[in-house]
């Protein structure tokens, strides 16, 4: 019987009730803790009558207050959205607008970015505050409460009856940058997450022993998966998702005797070149991961050198996919140098050309994959469904080609999307915003390569004639706009961008 995604977490604290779950700084807390505190907003959810299939937000840092609303969502019959913790207040409308959102789970210090829009959003219903100090309120037609308050009373816990939910429901809706600039939400099912964690369990060799240091936030499809495949297993999360001291990080796992860890090429950049890694000892570590972009050889090479003896999977995926598609055997690592490995457990990976052919050996085609952890499709578009999702195939953009051994090479992606750290970052979006600037003529916003970010963000900017301005100003008018990833680190103004015969915009020049 096929399991759904809230199941990891009643089943982990059936079978480990007072095993640590999460560890954050000081703070410790078991799975049959979480469970309560899972149950307890469930209950609460389910008492607002909304029909199943309900979306609420959640918007915090606090890797304890997320994952616990994370499960409490679920278990009501609901739908997940992660918020980026980066935010600007024309994201968050735009994104709660679109799911049509019914309730918001809120860290305190993110207030501000809701308060002016929150009446602007005509499905809202109440936002729920973290902590005992806050006062509730009403604002319009939308309730601020007091989670302190409103989740106290531990015996409607008890009476907790849970709505029918099927595996073909949809659990969760993770926004992610188009190439059209909107950010498009990806719907996943109960099915399509636990057959994707299933298979990285698999892979990995998870299991209750398993201790994970947590840096990716959880509102990313990798961090998701993290969290999913060590609660699935019964295992514990260290979390410190701040890379602003990576010396920090490393104590913490060798104090808390991590098992493993999963990053974004940039985090393994910061690790080898902005701390002391190779001072510390890590007796316990067994594996990391890395996934989010392509690892250069030469990274991996000295992380081998830094690891001795620790297996490094190189994977890929995307959201669309439940988090992953493919790894690299850790015994590969160097005969495969540059590879994106095979298809995981349960997934089946061919490279097609545009009229759905498959192409030769060494030929470049566009990763196509199928299996049970495809989403669902786009919330509310269809036709960028229709797009992605061909004969029940998903048509990923990323172009690669295949060696004689069917290990797979990634050429390009078909889109110029943006990777800057764990960001996936719509150039388009970017470029509208500064088009909104007065004395800006033409832009294009590109990637420029980076040691530590993978990319980082450059736009090139055109002046309307006879117009001055700078670059100041147009960051200035990024951060009022965008969220804080997505301001340029980089304006250089141009008198004209390069251009095809056919005026389209050179951006591989650029």
């Keep these: 019987m096929a399991l759904l995604v809230s199941e990891y977490l009643q089943r982990s604290a059936a079978k480990f009730p007072d095993k640590t779950a999460i560890i954050k700084g000081g703070k410790r807390m078991t799975y049959s803790e979480m469970l309560f505190l899972a149950q307890a907003r469930a209950t609460w959810l389910y008492s607002r009558n909304q029909a199943r299939g309900f979306r609420a937000a959640i918007l915090t840092d606090d890797p304890f207050e997320y994952i616990a609303a994370y499960f409490a969502i679920q278990l009501a019959g609901g739908i997940v959205v992660g918020l980026n913790t980066q935010p600007c207040e024309r994201s968050l409308k735009t994104i709660l607008t679109d799911c049509s959102?019914?309730?918001?789970?809120?860290?305190?210090?993110?207030?501000?970015?809701?308060?002016?829009?929150?009446?602007?959003?005509?499905?809202?219903?109440?936002?729920?505050?973290?902590?005992?100090?806050?006062?509730?309120?009403?604002?319009?037609?939308?309730?601020?409460?007091?989670?302190?308050?409103?989740?106290?009373?531990?015996?409607?816990?008890?009476?907790?009856?849970?709505?029918?939910?099927?595996?073909?429901?949809?659990?969760?809706i993770i926004y992610t940058s188009g190439t059209t600039g909107q950010p498009k939400g990806v719907m996943l099912r109960h099915r399509n997450l636990v057959a994707n964690t299933e298979a990285i369990v698999e892979y990995l060799a998870l299991s209750g022993n398993d201790r994970v240091m947590a840096v990716l936030p959880f509102f990313y499809s990798y961090g998701n998966s993290?969290?999913?495949?060590?609660?699935?297993?019964?295992?514990?999360?260290?979390?410190?998702?701040?890379?602003?001291?990576?010396?920090?990080?490393?104590?913490?796992?060798?104090?808390?005797?991590?098992?493993?860890?999963?990053?974004?090429?940039?985090?393994?950049?910061?690790?080898?070149?902005?701390s002391a890694v190779a001072k510390y000892d890590f007796p316990s570590l067994r594996y990391l991961t890395q996934a989010g972009a392509a690892m250069a050889p030469q990274l991996s090479t000295r992380l081998q050198k830094i690891f001795p003896g620790v297996k490094i999977f190189i994977m890929y995926g995307q959201t669309?996919?439940?988090?992953?598609?493919?790894?690299?055997?850790?015994?590969?690592?160097e005969q495969k140098a540059g590879s994106i490995g095979k298809a995981i457990p349960g997934v089946i990976l061919s490279l097609r050309n545009k009229n759905d052919e498959p192409v030769a050996v060494d030929e470049t085609g566009e990763i196509v994959a199928e299996g049970e952890n495809i989403m669902a499709g786009y919330w509310n578009r269809p036709r960028e469904t229709a797009e992605a999702l061909r004969g029940g195939k998903l048509w990923t953009g990323?172009?690669?080609?295949?060696?004689?051994?069917?290990?797979?090479f990634m050429v390009s992606r078909k889109s110029d999307m943006i990777k800057s750290g764990s960001h996936r970052?719509?150039?388009?979006?970017?470029?509208?915003?500064?088009?909104?600037?007065?004395?800006?003529?033409?832009?294009?916003?590109?990637?420029?390569?980076?040691?530590?970010?993978g990319e980082i963000i450059m736009a090139c900017i055109v002046l309307k004639p006879g117009s001055k301005c700078l670059e100041k100003e147009i960051i200035r008018h990024c951060r009022k706009n965008l969220s804080a990833f997505k301001v340029p680190q980089q304006v250089v103004f141009m008198d004209e961008l390069p251009k095809t015969a056919t005026g389209k915009i050179k951006k591989t020049d650029l």
């Design 320 to 333: 669309e996919a439940a988090a992953r598609l493919s790894y690299l055997p850790p015994e590969d690592i």
């Design 101 to 172: 959102a019914s309730f918001v789970f809120l860290a305190p210090k993110f207030k501000k970015y809701l308060m002016k829009i929150a009446v602007a959003i005509p499905s809202l219903r109440a936002i729920v505050v973290e902590g005992n100090r806050e006062k509730g309120q009403n604002n319009g037609e939308v309730e601020w409460l007091n989670a302190g308050k409103i989740f106290r009373n531990a015996e409607s816990v008890a009476s907790y009856n849970p709505p029918e939910v099927s595996p073909e429901d949809i659990a969760q």
């Design 425 to 453: 970052i719509s150039p388009k979006e970017i470029e509208d915003v500064i088009h909104e600037y007065p004395v800006v003529h033409e832009v294009a916003v590109v990637g420029r390569a980076d040691e530590i970010l």
């Design 226 to 274: 993290v969290l999913l495949t060590h609660f699935a297993v019964g295992g514990s999360l260290v979390v410190n998702q701040s890379f602003m001291y990576p010396n920090v990080i490393l104590e913490e796992m060798v104090e808390h005797q991590v098992t493993g860890f999963s990053g974004v090429p940039s985090t393994y950049a910061i690790l080898l070149n902005r």
């Design 398 to 408: 990323d172009l690669a080609r295949a060696d004689a051994d069917g290990y797979l």
